[in-house]
């Protein structure tokens, strides 16, 4: 029998990774590619229970594709700075609880319920910018932008600032997932150096932070037996996974509507809830595909045996397209149905925290451009490239053409 290839970065499993999960799933749910040396989960039931086994699966290196040694140069660069971990992505435990805690109360229901008026106006005003052009790159232009104004709003950091914070997560992401050649990562080491530099500049000076998080965090840390360093890395943590998971779903979102006219036919006539919508793009083209694990005790999963140190990814996009759980799961319907157990942000005591702002910012961005875009389309095939990265499914660029002479105007 010959075995599936996962190589998600390449041109073929960037256009479409879905055929070679499904070979995964029925062939070899416990996959291991001896690229990355890790073992590839890709069953539903077994990503589930591996997200609530912390002590047996430790999310250490959560995000790092590559185990190798780092090279020296690198690591001189980052030696200026501080560890990047434990984060809040990249703990368990105790530390992850305390870590939680911290932040918890920004993101309950009431609180993120209140952003819904500056999250439409800030919609509005990228609108504004590129409306009359009647076309744009939606990821540059409005996909980016609009979940890091509402973080940087969160937090407490300038308007001007958003686009250093939109390069220094890119370069933190592209060092921490791994890969690139070394003057690469050197490049990406010194812009992580310089945010840190920021952030805890703004928790030592909590007045430029005015009365968002940072401040709130730095007045008081010592409540929550935090220090300096541990609050720097949780805003860090909060700015860069608090956009990146939105900035993906609306490219996928968009192009999945675009390509299926009778989903998007439903929600603009209000058959289906914008929130309905949601939850099937988060399925469908789950935005993170999936995060690293090591095991820190011989175990067993779906019958292959695994050692203390073997490093195991659950990959949520395979799990979100399990027949096992849902039929037709690649068939994009956005209309409720039965089965639709979403993992696209996780589960366990590692859930996305800022889920339920993430659900309301696409709630109300997407919608958004079709109400105030009249025939909007993609562009031409070639106006398009996905992210080249191992955990994550998203668009660096995205054309997108519509009729500038019935655009129409804010209703703000």
Partial sequence: MTMPTFDPTSDSQLADPYPTYTQMRDRCPVFHDENLDVFVVTRHEDVVRVAHDPETYSSESAVKATAGPEADEVKQILAEGWSLTPNLTESDGEEHTRLRVAVNRVFTPRRVAELEPFIRATGEELIGRFAAAGSTDIIENYAWPLPLSVMARILGVPTGDVPLLRQWSHSWLKLSVGGGDVAERAACARDVIAMQNYVMGMLLDPGRAGDGLIASLAADHGENGLDDVELMRIVMNLIIAGHVTVTRSIGNGLVSLLENPAQLAALREGEVTPA?????????????????RTVTAETELAGRRLRPGDRVMVHFGAANRDGRVLADPDTFDIRPRAGRNMLAFGRGIHTCLGAGLARLQLQIAIPLLFDRLPGLRLGPANARSRE?????RGFDELHLQWDVSQVKEATL
Avoid at 276 to 292: C, D, K, Y
Avoid at 388 to 392: H, P
């Fill in 276 to 292: 309905a919508m949601v939850e099937e793009i988060l399925r469908f083209e789950s935005p993170v595909q999936g995060l690293f």
């Fill in 388 to 392: 080249r990265l191992v955990i994550a």
